[in-house]
């Protein structure tokens, strides 16, 4: 099988996005992570869940996080309001690479392994050409579980 028949649709975000907006998508989708993408459609980046619920938690928090239990639940449920006016930009980590791409032609093994070198939830499938990188769709570690242990049966 290969990544272009692994490829589905899936929700992408612009990196202005607002944050709160790609929070509740996420959470109303149950999604691991949202693809970010240039004005082009072409991905830039990904946003993991636990990166949006890292920028929640207060930095004193992470810090020390003996803090969580003194924080009434007054307080906790405000939590979100740390990505009123912030853009998804704000939230990628500083440390994020670029996402990884698989080209149509690779293999569900390729895929996989690219998926695991870079401990990424999902994997975009995209062709390149001179005009720019065009998107195909995206491969879920959860969808390719399914279709790799489907062909076990």
């Keep these: 099988m290969r990544a272009r028949d692994l490829a589905v649709e899936y929700e992408t975000v612009g990196v202005d996005s607002e944050a709160l907006a790609a929070a509740r998508l996420m959470a109303d989708q149950k999604l691991p992570a949202l693809l970010v993408v240039d004005a082009a459609g072409a991905p830039v980046a990904i946003l993991p869940a636990s990166q949006l619920v890292k920028v929640l938690v207060p930095a004193y928090v992470i810090e020390d996080p003996t ?10 449920d405000r939590l979100c309001q740390a990505l009123v006016g912030r853009t998804v ?10 996402p990884p791409i698989a080209a149509p032609d690779d293999t569900a093994l390729e895929v996989a392994a690219l998926m695991a070198q870079v401990r990424s939830p999902l994997v975009a499938v995209a062709e390149k050409d001179r005009a720019g990188t065009r998107l195909l769709g995206v491969v879920t570690a959860s969808h390719l579980l399914h279709q790799l242990l489907s062909a076990q049966t």
């Design 67 to 76: 803090l969580a239990a003194v924080i009434d639940e007054k307080h906790a």
């Design 89 to 98: 930009g704000d939230c990628l980590s500083s440390k994020a690479g670029p």
